[in-house]
């Protein structure tokens, strides 16, 4: 992954595996973020490629291209909603844009998608009229209005009280367990990471490429990387106080 002749990550190679929660995590300026845009379709890697199932994204034609981005859902840092629009509004405008349901059917599913996330009855608030948190979920609502089969968030804990956190980790899990979707998550929230996390990629802003990948409690008990042992036990070193 590089800006013009600036490389930020290079030699990343890991799979995510249907079904799996997948964590993006490293320090800050590590290109999380980054990896993020290349995996979701809006940067072309400088290098290598990024296939999903058998299909190589970059070398097949635009249309193909767009018809797997519709699969996937991306959920913003800051829930990303438009202030002049409803939560219902918001989360019709894809289903207005990609679908040829009628406006009573489409209301009727912004609602429903509003219910799973836990904001039943909220349909007509604007988003300055709900908590952070709520937008969170209601950009979450939006995310999901086309069952995607990948769903992706940018810092979902980020901004929240430990309490919203935790609803929200157990609102992921719950998304996934039900509607079978695979999720990419990005984040330093050592409590998301091994709360929700099944796979995961760990990055180092130094060396800049990967250091480690797979399930998070695997990855800190085997490592032996004092970057990794650091990051994941917030300094301490105590493995056992984490990684339980």
Request: aromatic content about 8%.
């Amino acid at each position: 992954m590089a800006y013009g002749d600036f490389v930020i990550q290079r030699d990343l190679n890991f799979t995510i595996y249907r079904g799996d929660i997948f964590v993006i995590m490293g320090a800050s300026g590590c290109g999380k973020s980054t990896l993020l845009k290349h995996l979701i379709g809006l940067m072309r890697p400088a290098r290598g490629r990024i296939i999903f199932g058998d299909v190589d994204f970059w070398e097949v034609p635009e249309q193909v291209r767009w018809s797997l981005m519709e699969k996937c859902g991306v959920s913003y840092q800051d829930g990303a909603l438009w202030s002049s629009m409803t939560l219902s509004e918001n989360i019709s405008l894809p289903l207005e844009q990609y679908t040829v349901l009628t406006s009573s059917q489409i209301r009727k599913l912004a609602s429903l998608k509003l219910s799973l996330v836990g904001l039943k009855g909220f349909d007509d608030f604007y988003p300055a009229e709900i908590s952070g948190g709520m937008r969170k979920r209601a950009g979450l609502a939006r995310a999901m209005a086309l069952d995607p089969e990948v769903l992706f968030f940018d810092e979902p804990s980020a901004g929240l009280d430990p309490v919203s956190s935790k609803l929200l980790d157990d609102l992921i899990l719950e998304i996934r367990d039900s509607l079978g979707a695979t999720i990419v998550v990005v984040t330093h929230e050592l409590a998301s990471i091994f709360s929700i996390g099944s796979n995961g990629v760990f990055l180092d802003n130094e060396e800049r490429t990967m250091l480690a990948a797979g399930n998070p409690h695997d990855m800190l008990k085997n490592a032996t990387n004092p970057k990794i042992i650091d990051f994941l036990t917030r300094g301490t070193g105590k493995r056992e106080a984490v990684c339980v």
